[in-house]
């Protein structure tokens, strides 16, 4: 199968997975999706400065291996726990994790979360799963490809 590229060349398909498979491989997407979500959350007056110094400070963070920026912190993360739970039960069920993990930009979940079996995740365990998944999630730039 062949497809028109932007300027009109022919392109084929092993093209387009290669570059799918780079761009996965180097984690650009997530790399990109970070930053995006750091404008969004600061709104700077000048973006493209902003996104210098967030590169940047990911530079310092993967040199050091320490303090990957985070959009979230424990403060927001039990915010999301109190809203998902707002009676007091101490657990959510297995929709609301899932619902609340996508809210703080974690789309890497476990399938099975300890509690999900019986549609009763507890708070701590939805705390320390969102915690690892904003870990992984800011993490965009460190060696581990």
């Not at 199968?1 to 392109?11: D, H, L, P």
């Not at 650009?28 to 493209?48: A, D, F, R, V």
């Not at 403060?75 to 959510?92: K, L, W």
């Amino acid at each position: 199968m062949e497809s028109k590229g932007v300027e009109g060349v022919t392109e084929t398909w092993p093209r387009k997975k290669e570059a799918k498979d780079y761009l996965e491989k180097h984690k650009i997407i997530e790399l990109l999706n970070n930053l995006t979500g750091q404008l969004i959350y600061h709104q700077p007056s000048s973006p493209k400065e902003f996104m210098i110094e967030e590169l940047e400070s990911l530079a310092k963070a993967r040199a050091s291996r320490i303090d990957y920026p985070c959009l979230f912190d424990e403060n927001n993360i039990q915010s999301v726990a109190q809203m998902m739970d707002p009676t007091g039960r101490g657990y959510i069920t297995l929709a609301q994790y899932k619902e609340a993990m996508a809210t703080l930009g974690v789309t890497k979940i476990e399938d099975k979360p300890l509690g999900g079996e019986a549609d009763k995740i507890m708070l701590d365990t939805f705390i320390r799963d969102a915690k690892l998944g904003l870990v992984k999630a800011s993490a965009t730039f460190s060696d581990k490809r």
